[in-house]
């Protein structure tokens, strides 16, 4: 059997731009995905990341990992499930905001390291 370095990793997609509200069939495309130091490196370019020379393997085999592991997602027949839009059925998960009393400015400033009995002193950080 052919290992799957000897074939590139194909990825398939659906168009979700072209369903439905046109009446198309969604588009089915399928792109070579190869992983090298040559894409690893424009990448690194792009996202201003330096790579060390050293740690560039590394990178790329954990790269063609994940491009392997998102084929093996892409082979799962997923006929018949809806896509989700959030990962629960909660809606609005929030407590009432009730109007509470707080704490006096005493109470606040006595454990403050230094104040001046109204405000917190803290050091100065912003110079002009």
Request: proline share 4%.
């Amino acid at each position: 059997m052919w290992g799957v370095s000897q074939f590139l990793p194909l990825i398939g997609s659906n168009n979700l731009l072209t369903k439905g509200t046109w009446g198309l069939n969604g588009l089915r495309y399928i792109c070579n995905m190869q992983v090298d130091t040559k894409l690893v490196a424009h990448l690194a370019h792009l996202s201003r990341l330096n790579v060390a020379p050293e740690k560039m393997d590394k990178l790329v085999a954990d790269m063609q990992d994940l491009v392997v592991f998102v084929e093996q997602l892409n082979a799962l027949d997923t006929t018949g499930t809806e896509p989700l839009m959030h990962m629960g059925d909660a809606v609005n998960v929030l407590r009432v905001d009730e109007v509470a009393g707080s704490i006096s400015r005493e109470a606040a400033l006595l454990n403050a390291p230094d104040s001046d009995g109204t405000f917190f002193k803290v050091p100065k950080v912003i110079n002009k």
